[in-house]
């Protein structure tokens, strides 16, 4: 846990997942190699979490990143910094080990122990537990007069408050369910998977369904055939089949740091173009490998007369009844417009998440941040909420940016570039006279 300080904190950390963890290490690396960066910039991060924990839930045996290794906290940022993934190995013992394997993929588990290994550093800066439930203004000030935040946090001593002149907001994506649907100890989303799942007595488990078309629906369909020989496993795919998810180099492009700029300097069809020819890198797509594992065992199964792996496509939930311990699914088909119906003893949603959202956390705040023709919030390239002149308080979102900074916006590809350039704006602006907003020529002409 880490210690607690009054007074005003550069920038206060909102969750402390990879996000804010690698902004963490960026803002150590830049103080400590740039000789002009002020002194003593000071950062303190809230975790409402327990402890540190990055999808624990889908840490499932053998399942590897989608990412290179190199994609880590860092290295993109700076390629000689401690907290690469090659540092840990090392550290751990297992490079040699790791570079035999001839693969650029780690496993989940590795990856998450690398996460643990790097924000053990930090935990003089952590505060786990602890949740922040506003933003807002020191009292008796105005929005023009205010020189900082004060934050409301929340944690198992009570309700306190930390001031700061920046917030990194990186609370994370909101898992989604279909409407209607309630999780509960037999209805799973996937964000919950091996908790719910070690509760339950594996015999009792008969038969069992998961819903959507992505990697983790996937995934979770071949860990239940695995770990349930004696059960019934449904697939049920919005789609006619999985898709497979495009890795090839060129595709692989939209992921660059530098295809952060052309999304978000591109005009409406430029950005328009990047979802509809690129989004099949990563939305609702499967790795090659698990697609043709899943086929294979089908097929395997359909030759020895075993039929236990089944596969609905072009099949949506309707609806979802619990009586008892019975869960009665109804379904749609889309092939017969039939309405099956599907008893089991428990089903998985795999159907994504929500994208960040801060207009919660804002608060009163949420006023003085601008918003675009469509409502959402405006983003400046620096990814800080663009408000109005006289908030001077940096608001940065580490997420929740797709529609201004494009396909990266909330996964780890990225991570160590934009950590980095928050970090280099939130020491920029502290060595400001005057800390406005930095708008692009075409943004300062928006905003009149």
Not at 51 to 65: I, Q, S, V
Not at 166 to 179: D, E, F, H, M, Q
Not at 190 to 206: A, D, P, V
Request: charged share 25%; with cysteine; hydrophobic share 35%.
């Amino acid at each position: 846990m880490g210690t607690f300080e009054r007074g005003i904190y550069d920038v206060v950390g909102i969750g402390f997942g990879p996000s804010n963890l690698s902004l963490a290490i960026a803002l150590d690396e830049i103080r400590g190699a740039d000789s002009s960066a002020p002194d003593g910039l000071g950062a303190v991060f809230f975790e409402r979490q327990p402890a540190f924990g990055w999808h624990r839930n889908m840490l499932l045996p053998t399942t590897t990143m989608q990412i290179s290794f190199m994609k880590d906290l860092a290295t993109f940022r700076n390629p000689r910094s401690r907290f690469s993934f090659v540092s840990y190995l090392h550290e751990s013992g297992r490079l040699t080990q790791f570079v035999n394997n001839q693969d650029f993929f780690p496993t989940r588990q590795e990856f998450h122990q690398y996460l643990e290994w790097a924000q053990a550093s930090f935990t003089d800066r952590v505060h786990y537990g602890s949740e922040v439930t506003s933003i807002g203004l020191p009292p008796g000030t105005t929005v023009g007069s205010a020189e900082y935040l004060r934050l409301e946090i929340r944690d198992g001593a009570g309700t306190r408050v930390v001031d700061t002149r920046n917030v990194a907001i990186s609370t994370g994506l909101v898992p989604r369910l279909p409407k209607g649907v309630q999780s509960d100890e037999r209805v799973w989303h996937s964000s919950e998977f091996l908790e719910k799942y070690g509760r339950m007595n594996r015999s009792e488990l008969n038969t069992v369904a998961v819903v959507g078309a992505g990697q983790s629906a996937a995934e979770i369909t071949r860990f239940l055939h695995d770990e349930l020989p004696h059960a019934q496993v449904f697939s049920v795919i919005p789609s006619y089949g999985y898709c497979v998810a495009d890795d090839t180099p060129f595709a692989n492009q939209v992921f660059d740091p530098g295809a952060v700029d052309s999304y978000y300097y591109g005009t409406d069809r430029t950005r328009e173009a990047f979802w509809r020819y690129h989004s099949n890198t990563n939305y609702s797509v499967v790795d090659d490998e698990v697609i043709r594992d899943l086929y294979r065992r089908s097929y395997d199964e359909e030759v020895r007369g075993l039929n236990r792996l089944h596969f609905l496509n072009l099949t949506r939930v309707d609806q979802v009844k619990r009586s008892g311990d019975e869960t009665r699914v109804s379904l749609v088909s889309l092939l017969d417009d039939e309405s099956p119906e599907l008893d089991v003893d428990a089903i998985v949603f795999a159907t994504g998440y929500e994208a960040m959202e801060p207009s919660g956390l804002l608060g009163e705040l949420d006023r003085h941040c601008l918003r675009d023709e469509t409502g959402r919030h405006r983003v400046a390239r620096d990814y800080r909420l663009v408000t109005t002149p006289e908030l001077r308080c940096g608001l940065y979102l580490q997420g929740g940016t797709e529609h201004t900074h494009g396909l990266t916006s909330s996964l780890l590809s990225n991570l160590a570039i934009r950590s980095g350039e928050i970090a280099e704006s939130i020491v920029g602006r502290r060595a400001e006279t005057t800390p406005e907003p930095s708008l692009h020529p075409a943004e300062a002409r928006e905003a009149g």
